[in-house]
């Protein structure tokens, strides 16, 4: 492999000592410098081709193993990072954009913004990312607060809900309920009171409930008599932190089993007992993304006689904010859990739950204490991610990552101003707007999809909402007013990191209930500017990209379409095709749960889809085990159809684009230095493999198996590449290879 790669590289530095390339031309739509037959050496070229040659192992052969061809090379060179998970393009990049956001928010670096004068809301946001940052890498500070931030935020929930009655008092329960709802934790309780898009109406808002309270993540977790026993220790250790009168920042040793007091012990096996039994009553997690299932609107009144153990109305009263009303039905993704819930909550005493609402606030908040705290916790935590607990993360990371979650709308502002410039925007818009008139193309082909299911996915395909780069509206993220605004009711102090994280989750909670009596914002990006990543929302049938993923290997403007089309046109592909998966396509073009289909074209697609179930189901991952872990294939499903459907409309009118410019002369397909050996076909597929090259550490690549609705990396190369006619002609791969199986699934 090194000398066939080295001869790759080597051709590079002879197109470079031949051709005189001028720069290419950024217009979209104008005559650019080089035609097709020219190689390209801009140093965005070298880049570009250079990133391909060292990712891939070209003695590999293609049609055996697409996947090590186009990684081997990664593989080789990348290690996982000790404090990491994992090793790709992703993480790569997501590394990258860490270090841009630092210099934004990192004062002490003489790198940051400057607000201009009298631009006093500037001024505040600049001080707000500033200060924030601060307060995290204050660790000294943060020692010295020592458990008392976390101990007083347990007290009080202790205080609301005392332990004196049993079963709990049903007001008692409701309020508590609600003081925990409103602190917006990532893990809430057995009842997750939230605000979203209504099915029936996507225009407006309601109230929605979901199961959660899991501490495992999933039900299946607590079938891992290992795993549950590791949760259980951590929790007594926890609590033994937290309660125990011994301050654990004096102890020269971590905490040992023989110093936790049975209380704590025997506190911490009900909690995981009361979970365990929620866990036994847990709608399967593909029932809860199935649209039509876990779509059940209730009102306040059927919501009593379903969980008469909770007061709804109290429940609901409490949470929302003040002047904020509930008038419409609730949204519940299981009525089955909740009946099943009352059985649990009336005969589960008021202590467990006290206990069990303890652990809720120190998991949710342990983490932001000084490390001698976390301890139990972080030796949990690297048992599931693989990541020794001994590894010590640099603190900018973190807490760059803080600012970026709390304030990334506003960090995003800077991002964005000094990453996505130029064309960019108008480019990646414009490959968007030709894959989506691709799968366009594409319906009136598809002998089993019948003239009225053809209409309805023509007319949902043609009211997709683009929102590229960043949010303009809630917040606007160009405005540094409109910023400043938004980010008002989140004060921050540069010396109370815990206060800053608290104050935050309560904030951001407060904001999302009071979403309830307004319209659905369709302007408003989810994901903040600086994310490496994208998503289809099925509510508001948008596809969403920020302009962190906008950069290498995704995406460059200066590159030849066969990459941009391989890379950024199949990722926004696959965004489309989620409007047309098992899930998405339940929605119709203004985002309502609504049929469209016909019954025999919705049986069709259910065979045909039920293809991808079997294949990917047939995949494998090696676990920390050493043993063979099947992955699950209607886990996956939705991603597995929109990859497949992404790549083959991506490559389609790129194709179509290339043919209809075959010397150059308006569309960029040029030469990269070294790669003039493959063509724009395979290259257009190699820029794709290469989106997936990855190592990850087999205790995380298990979790993922287990919980991600995405398959693994090797199996997103390789099992597009054998559903690929296209595929295989551009790499000639004889019929029957491991490549070119003869039965290929495929939807759309």
Known sequence: ?????????????????????????????????????????????????????????????????????????????????????????????????????????????????????GDVAAQNNIKKLQDLFVSCMDEASILKAGRKPLVDEVQKIIQSFPASTSPANKATLSKTLAQITKLGFRLSTFINLSVGSDSANPLVNVLAVY???LGLGTSDDYKDAELVKLYQDTAAAMFQVVFGEEDVAKRTQPLAPKDIKKEWVDAAKEVVDFEIQLAGIATPINDLWDPIKSNNPRTVEQLAALTPSIDWPVLIQETLPAGVKNSRPVAVSSVAYLTKLDAILQKTSAKTLQHYF???????????????????????????????????????????????????????HYFVEQTFKGNSRKEVMSIMENVLASYGKSFPTLKWLDKTTRDGAIKKLKAIVQLVGYSTDAPDVASSKALDEYFKGYTVAANDYFGNQFKYSGWSATDTFRQLPLPVNKNSMSMVPATVNAYYSPSSNSINFPAGILQLPFFNVENPEYINYGSMGVIGGHEIGHAFDNTGRHYDSIGRIENWWTNATSKAFDEKAQCYVNQYGNFTIKGPDGKDHNLDGQLTLGENLADNGGIKMAFRVWQSRAKSDPNGKKIKNFKLPGLDKYTP????????????????????????????PHSPAKWRINGVAQNSPDFAKAFKCKAGSPMNPANKCEVW
Request: proline residues 6%.
């Open 681 to 708: 076909e395979q290259l257009f597929f190699i820029a794709y493999g290469r989106l997936w090259c990855n190592k990850m550490r087999p205790a995380a690549l298990l979790n993922l198996v287990r919980t991600n």
């Open 358 to 412: 303890s652990w809720l606030v120190i998991q949710n908040l342990a983490n932001h204490l000084g490390k001698p705290y976390t301890q139990p916790l972080d030796v949990y935590n690297s048992v599931i991610s693989g990541v020794s607990a001994d590894i010590k993360v640099e603190r900018w990371k973190t807490c760059v990552s803080v600012v970026n979650r709390n304030l990334g709308q506003m960090a995003g």
């Open 1 to 117: 492999m090194v000398a066939a790669k080295i001869q790759l590289l080597m051709a590079i530095g002879v197109a470079l000592s031949v051709v005189q390339a001028g720069p290419i031309d950024n217009n979209h739509g104008s005559k650019p410098t080089l035609n097709n037959k020219a190689i390209c050496t801009t140093p965005q070229c070298v880049l570009t081709a250079s990133g391909i040659i060292n990712d891939m192992d070209p003695t590999a052969d293609p049609c055996q193993d697409f996947s090590k061809f186009t990684c081997g090379g990664f593989d080789e060179q990348h290690e996982i990072p000790s404090d990491g998970s994992s090793i790709g393009p992703f993480d790569i990049l997501n590394a990258s954009n860490k270090r841009v956001l630092r210099y934004i928010v990192d004062a002490s670096l003489g790198k940051s913004p400057k607000a201009a004068p």
């Open 211 to 213: 199961e959660d309270g």
